[in-house]
């Protein structure tokens, strides 16, 4: 068709929806997390959380490698793997949180997001993710808070 502008890798036509609904980056989210679930082993346990934050660029590795320990120190009980690609953290094989950084979807924020597994109720509607451009021990307490809310304690 005239007037049709061709798609290249890499320009901003990548990142947009395509017929099929999706953008590049949420495909390649979804192949990662269909890697995960043939091989479940490599997508658990903490050596794979941290190996994940470590390819991380900054400020998200920052971020995660903190929201790491905070989470280790205050649900000990929650077990570190891999979801989407991305540091998450389970209870009885389902993810209570996880921790999407701003560069897997090319973001200006990274995520501290919750499935419904959290215990985060609160009357009919409560928030179930968090942007973050940082951590200062202000968000650090909040987060805290959210994490044992999450799991009951």
Same mark, same amino acid.
């Given at each position: 068709m005239?007037?049709?502008?061709? !798609?290249?890798?890499?320009?901003? *036509?990548?990142? #947009?929806?395509? %017929?099929?609904?999706?953008? =590049?980056?949420? @495909? &390649?989210?979804?192949?990662?997390?269909?890697?995960?679930?043939?091989?479940?082993?490599?997508?658990?346990?903490?050596?794979?959380?941290?190996? !994940?934050?470590?390819?991380?660029? *900054?400020?998200? #590795?920052?971020? %995660?490698t903190?929201?790491? =320990?905070?989470? @280790? &120190?205050?649900?000990p009980?929650?077990?570190?793997?891999?979801?989407?690609?991305?540091?998450?953290?389970?209870?009885?094989?389902?993810?209570?949180?996880f921790?999407?950084?701003?560069?897997?979807?090319?973001?200006?924020?990274?995520?501290?997001?919750?499935?419904?597994? &959290?215990?985060?109720?609160?009357?009919?509607?409560?928030?179930?993710?968090?942007?973050?451009?940082?951590?200062?021990?202000?968000?650090?307490?909040?987060?805290?808070?959210?994490?044992?809310k999450?799991?009951?304690?």
């Open positions: 005239p007037g049709k502008k061709k !798609k290249t890798k890499g320009s901003r *036509e990548t990142s #947009r929806k395509t %017929a099929g609904g999706f953008t =590049a980056e949420e @495909r &390649a989210a979804m192949k990662e997390r269909a890697r995960e679930r043939k091989a479940p082993d490599k997508a658990e346990g903490e050596g794979a959380v941290l190996a !994940k934050i470590a390819e991380m660029p *900054e400020p998200d #590795r920052t971020m %995660a903190r929201l790491h =320990a905070i989470i @280790r &120190a205050h649900a009980d929650l077990s570190p793997r891999l979801w989407y690609g991305m540091p998450a953290y389970a209870r009885g094989g389902k993810v209570i949180c921790f999407q950084g701003a560069y897997k979807f090319q973001t200006r924020y990274a995520t501290l997001g919750f499935t419904d597994a &959290a215990r985060l109720d609160e009357g009919a509607m409560w928030p179930v993710a968090f942007a973050l451009r940082g951590m200062s021990e202000a968000e650090e307490a909040r987060i805290i808070a959210l994490i044992r999450a799991v009951g304690l």
